[in-house]
């Protein structure tokens, strides 16, 4: 398997408890992309009852589609971390700012 080394913004919290890649507001996915059309919405949120076991790994965010975001640079993410919760019933990245 293939190692990638680069600086990406981490998952600094997220308050979706009930996400798979959740523990103690914590995501442990290796990276998440957010946005679903103009909605900065968590793309890789998985609800369900069982939880990864790969707690050692803090989650970046590997992508953004959400260019009205003032963070979005290239379609990436600029932002030194983010954090992820509800808004209403939609997961979204708490830290979008739009332009
Ligand atoms: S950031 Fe997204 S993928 Fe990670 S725990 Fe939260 S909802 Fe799930
Ligand atoms: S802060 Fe903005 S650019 Fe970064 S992930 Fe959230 S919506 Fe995308």
Not at 36 to 47: H, K, L, N, R, W
Not at 56 to 81: H, I, L, M, P, Y
């Amino acid at each position: 398997m293939a190692k990638l080394c680069f600086d990406i913004p981490v998952v600094s919290q997220c308050a979706v408890s009930d996400c798979v890649y959740n523990i103690n507001k914590g995501c442990h996915a290796n990276a998440i992309t957010v946005g679903e059309g103009s909605a900065p919405d968590c793309d890789t949120y998985m609800g369900a009852s069982s939880h990864t076991r790969k707690t050692q790994v803090q989650a970046g965010v590997g992508a953004c589609k959400v260019t009205s975001c003032t963070f979005n640079d290239d379609f990436e993410c600029s932002a030194k971390g983010i954090e992820v919760g509800y808004q209403n019933t939609n997961v979204h990245c708490l830290t979008f700012h739009p332009r």
